[in-house]
């Protein structure tokens, strides 16, 4: 065991290698996958999205014109953004908050284009 002490007297005295988040955010990387946003104006309600989405994290109800979206079924594959034919869905590259409820976190968008 004294061979153990020089690293615990070097860890003891230097700073902690990991960051402080959520307090010390890392920059996002080039072409990193993050939050999925709709713009509801460009939906036209296909289901295209939905089908594509490996999570199953999309689901659309066509007769109440109501797109679902769970982020924590989410992977973020980007596969959906990429589907999209309207270029309704964007991906950016800044995730949500942590949120501890599971209900406050889907989504509903509804469209109005019929």
């Keep these: 065991m004294p061979w153990m002490i020089g690293t615990v007297l070097k860890n003891l005295f230097s700073t902690p290698p990991t960051r402080r988040y959520p307090y010390e ?8 996958r993050g ?16 089908r594509v989405c490996p999570a199953r994290a999309i689901t659309l109800k066509p007769e109440k014109h109501i797109i679902e979206y769970d982020p924590l079924k989410c992977i973020y594959c980007g596969t959906c953004a990429e589907t999209c034919l309207q270029h309704a869905i964007t991906q950016h590259p800044l995730y949500a908050a942590p949120q501890a409820e599971h209900a406050s976190r889907i989504t509903e968008v509804h469209h109005y284009r019929y």
Excluded at 35 to 50: F, H, K, P, S
Aim: proline letters at 0%; one cysteine or more.
């Design 25 to 32: 955010k890392r920059e996002s990387f080039a072409g990193s």
């Design 35 to 50: 939050n999925i946003t709709w713009d509801a104006g460009r939906c036209d309600m296909c289901d295209d999205c939905a």
